[in-house]
């Protein structure tokens, strides 16, 4: 399985970038897939997962402006987001896993798979 992510850029506060993540390798159908994110020097930090049934959830610092979705039949992985603030700034991940229980979905190192990330810069 490999997870190809883009569509990160430099930004000024307050614009939109959406990322994508397309999976190949195994449809995505069956798996909760997730976007995490890391600025240098700090640990890996959830952002935003969809389960299989589509349910999403969030971190609290970017509820209400980031939205996670999936497309089964292209196998990708979006993330829509608006109004970014330079604390947003970070190398995103997407991430994949086909067993993955709902109290983990948070935990990086509960997910098997994982694309290269792609950098989120928002300049003030």
């Known amino acids: 399985v490999q997870l190809q992510a883009c569509g990160g850029g430099l930004v000024q506060a307050g614009a939109s970038l959406r990322l994508s993540c397309v999976v190949s390798?195994?449809?995505?159908?069956?798996?909760?897939l997730a976007w995490f994110r890391q600025v240098q020097g700090q640990e890996r930090e959830f952002v935003a997962t969809?389960?299989?049934?589509?349910?999403?959830i969030y971190a609290e610092s970017v509820k209400g402006r980031f939205t996670i979705s999936r497309d089964n039949a292209k196998n990708t992985v979006y993330l829509q987001m608006n109004n970014l603030k330079p604390e947003d700034a970070a190398l995103y991940y997407c991430?994949?896993?086909?067993?993955?229980?709902?109290?983990?979905?948070?935990?990086?190192?509960?997910?098997?798979?994982w694309g290269q990330g792609t950098l989120v810069t928002v300049s003030s």
């Open positions: 390798g195994r449809s995505i159908r069956g798996g909760t």
């Open positions: 991430a994949v896993d086909f067993q993955i229980i709902l109290s983990s979905v948070r935990l990086p190192n509960q997910y098997d798979y």
């Open positions: 969809v389960r299989p049934s589509a349910s999403t």
